[in-house]
């Protein structure tokens, strides 16, 4: 039996020695693309489990398979996977395992067997305490009681019924060296997938400290936590083809037209131009918050906040950008500290990064050494963190608020487009720094790094601007016209059908509670970011037929819907820019006239949308969304976390050992494009694919007789689920000329995925901006991923029968 790696013919002896080889030179992990090649078997497997399942039941008696096979399903089939077994082993009930036991203790008398059992036991014992400190639920402490618990009542009680005290010692040795929580860190320090924290010191002072009841003065010192940033890096750009992933897809973006990556904005043509064309250029984003570990209504509160940065790379491949995966931490410290050390708190961050843009950090790729660089060019997060660290005035009643420009506050209030001649420069922004006007209170520390500058940095955050923001304003102002001012339908009528309402499998999550009386009236709806997103979406299905056609308000609510879908477009053409631009006009100049309100600040950041889009891409890859679940997650942990007095090296200790977390599941490179459970495909024979209903000429001249072919209920496609009974479309919104499929049924042909549409006849009703489904035309195609347009969906069921379609641009 041999390899089937590109390039390698090594001769594998038995199925241990192929998956050690396999795991150990080629890196592979559980899930990837196994391939069986012997005797010129085309099979192949995502999961290695299958393929190992598959030469022993397929091949066995290839030599090199039958060796092994002859011991080892006493193995498979033993006792030690069976967990109704665990039980017999106690009480010594079945001498069948007690045979079992004789077999395996014959067979761990074998030198090679043996060595590969001491590997399996480090290995395991190494992956299992990896997962457990990756999650931000579990305490250090906590941690060491489920080991502790799994060896004495689990691995000892199997290890003595096995009765080989070498197995066992060794067991015993593996578990010593990983039974704390530093013997663990040590151990990744020595493999070198981590790096611990830098504490740096930003202030000593005098503070009275109590020891046994008495007050005594000693020296407190305040510190602040920096991630290993270099290290960090290096590691994960050089995981199997991540570099080049990255190098590949920024190549195809240069050919592209449309923006689809901040790399096809204006600012970061300007920049690349800085560097050699030969150069490998990577651009990084930072992002800041803080956030509360106690509880907000508790005494302690705000006693111990944490101020957090995160770095991420907005050229990995665009599907793994929502993802808060590949959002690594950089820096911990007590916000307090910002209030007298803001500049030496993130001195050590800047530091490092002002070293990877002017001296870049050499990788070693396949045995080849590169050198590339590493270019901060976004500060992101919400307008309090962003305006605090540009130096901009962090609250929205100061005169001049805006970090785009130097419009005053009360020239916002009816500002419906943006003014050009006002739009901040960098000669501005020093003039203004030198006089402390127009809204500069202090200088940005990061304007230190070369190519970053407080009035470059074009980002609108759509999660809390449009979301958390205007939609709450104005739909509370709508619905407060069309309730309590037109009375079209009352507040009960309102909750009944939003609790009600067929929001579908996809959507559920975000159904969100009742609205409030009291929020209407203080036109202030309170929702999160993806409530409120869903309920603009599915709203004009879902109370369309209470509210009469031409109304001032509805079409209203309509452009607001319109506006949250083009906002969180992931592509844009110069037309989809422009028409975006004239729709927040349009939008902005009716809720003026029809309300006769001031606009707000967050309205007033919408102006500027289309040109941070040009010059930054795509708003959704540059929004608080994927941070805020980063955030979550460390978050979490600093609640479990007792630990208060340097909480901000607690979450870095714990940091680290995510970020080796990450480096195992990407230790093959980046996540397929396309995933499926082996456990659930149907193995379908092309001559029962011709008997399905479904099938015609069309269909079966797309399908290879010669490969493989298999059913499959649900498949995902970049990051996105596809699942019999959900709904596809394809086409273009601006003239409607839209087709929609029902998925049927999905088939892998080989390594090629088709899914097998329904057509669907719709109806655009112009009244709810939206398709119906009218009726199945019983015709059916073959439909590829790159064919469709918009994301899958569901029906949307309203109080009348009828089924509605609220299309999301993919």
């Given at each position: ?90 009480n010594h009930s079945s001498q069948k395992n ?183 250029v990577i651009p990084c984003f930072l992002y ?178 449009l979301f958390e923001g205007v939609a709450r ?338």
């Amino acid at each position: 039996m041999e390899c089937f790696k590109e390039n390698c013919q090594k001769k594998l002896k038995s199925i241990e020695e192929a998956k050690f080889h396999l795991r150990e030179k080629h890196r592979m992990k559980e899930h990837g693309l196994y391939k069986c090649v012997v005797e010129n078997c085309s099979q192949q497997f995502t999961k290695s489990s299958n393929f190992y399942r598959h030469l022993k039941h397929e091949h066995k008696n290839v030599e090199g398979i039958s060796q092994v096979i002859q011991n080892q399903p006493t193995i498979q089939n033993s006792a030690i996977n069976s967990p109704s077994s665990i039980f017999q082993l106690e009480n010594h009930s079945s001498q069948k395992n007690l045979d079992i036991f004789d077999n395996l203790n014959n067979e761990i008398d074998n030198t090679e067997t043996f060595i590969n059992y001491q590997f399996k036991a480090d290995d395991v014992f190494f992956k299992f305490l990896s997962f457990l400190h990756s999650k931000a639920s579990l305490t250090k402490k906590l941690i060491n009681e489920i080991l502790t618990m799994v060896k004495e009542q689990i691995i000892d009680p199997i290890l003595q019924d096995i009765g080989s005290e070498q197995l066992m010692e060794h067991v015993n040795n593996s578990f010593f060296k990983i039974n704390s929580f530093y013997k663990f860190q040590k151990i990744l320090l020595e493999k070198g997938k981590s790096s611990n924290a830098q504490q740096k010191v930003v202030s000593e002072k005098i503070a009275p400290v109590y020891r046994k009841g008495k007050i005594n003065y000693d020296i407190i010192k305040e510190t602040v936590s920096i991630m290993p940033i270099k290290q960090q890096i290096q590691n994960f750009l050089e995981l199997p083809n991540v570099l080049n992933s990255i190098v590949n897809y920024m190549h195809k973006l240069k050919s592209e037209t449309i923006i689809s990556n901040y790399t096809q904005g204006d600012q970061w043509k300007q920049i690349r131009s800085e560097y050699n064309e030969d150069d490998i250029v990577i651009p990084c984003f930072l992002y800041h918050d803080d956030f509360e570990p106690d509880n907000p209504l508790s005494s302690n509160a705000g006693n111990n906040k944490i101020a957090a940065f995160y770095y991420s790379f907005p050229v990995i491949p665009q599907h793994l950008l929502s993802s808060p995966t590949y959002i690594f931490d950089a820096l911990f410290f007590s916000s307090h500290l910002k209030n007298e050390y803001l500049k030496a708190c993130t001195e050590p961050l800047i530091a490092v990064f002002k070293d990877l843009e002017t001296n870049g950090i050499t990788l070693n790729i396949d045995n080849t050494e590169k050198k590339i660089y590493i270019v901060v060019t976004m500060l992101l997060g919400d307008n309090l963190a962003v305006n605090e660290m540009l130096g901009f005035s962090k609250g929205f009643n100061a005169t001049h608020y805006c970090r785009f420009c130097t419009s005053s506050k009360h020239e916002t209030k009816y500002m419906v487009k943006e003014n050009e001649d006002k739009i901040r420069s960098t000669d501005s922004y020093n003039n203004d720094f030198q006089s402390n006007s127009n809204g500069v209170i202090k200088e940005c520390n990061f304007i230190s790094l070369k190519y970053f500058h407080p009035v470059l940095n074009f980002e609108i955050d759509v999660m809390h601007d449009l979301f958390e923001g205007v939609a709450r304003y104005d739909l509370a102002l709508i619905l407060q016209n069309l309730i309590y001012e037109k009375k079209f339908f009352d507040l009960q009528t309102f909750n009944e059908l939003k609790q009600k309402f067929e929001y579908g499998e996809i959507e559920i999550g975000n159904l969100g509670k009742e609205i409030l009386d009291t929020q209407i009236k203080n036109s202030y709806i309170t929702m999160s970011a993806s409530e409120m997103k869903t309920c603009l979406e599915i709203l004009p299905i879902m109370i369309g037929h209470l509210v009469p056609e031409r109304n001032a308000v509805w079409k209203l609510l309509l452009q607001l819907s319109k506006l949250s879908n083009n906002l969180f477009k992931t592509e844009f053409s110069v037309n989809d820019v422009n028409s975006l631009q004239n729709d927040i006009t349009s939008y902005l100049e009716r809720r003026v006239r029809i309300f006769g309100k001031d606009l707000k600040p967050k309205h007033h950041f919408l102006t500027h949308a289309s040109k941070c889009i040009t010059n930054s891409g795509p708003l959704k890859y540059l929004s608080c969304f994927v941070y805020e679940q980063r955030n979550r997650i460390i978050k979490h942990y600093a609640k479990v976390c007792f630990q208060r007095k340097n909480l901000p090296f607690s979450l870095s200790y714990k940091a680290a050992i995510k970020f080796n977390s990450i480096l195992e599941e990407n230790r093959d490179g980046f996540p397929s494009e396309i995933m499926y459970d082996d456990k659930n495909k149907k193995e379908l024979l092309f001559i029962t694919l011709q008997n399905k209903f479904y099938v015609s000429e069309i269909i079966l001249g797309k399908i290879d007789p010669s490969k493989s072919l298999w059913s499959l209920d649900l498949v995902k496609y970049k990051s996105t689920t596809y699942k019999v009974g959900y709904y596809v479309a394809m086409g273009k919104l601006q003239n409607h000329g839209i087709s929609c499929y029902k998925i049927i049924d999905i088939l892998l042909n080989g390594n090629d995925i088709y899914l097998i549409g329904e057509t669907q006849k719709i109806k655009y009703e112009d009244h709810y901006d939206c398709f119906f489904l009218e009726k199945p035309l019983l015709e059916y195609k073959i439909l590829c991923f790159n064919d469709l347009s918009f994301y899958p969906f569901n029906l949307h069921e309203n109080i009348k029968g009828k089924f509605g379609i609220k299309l999301k641009s993919i």
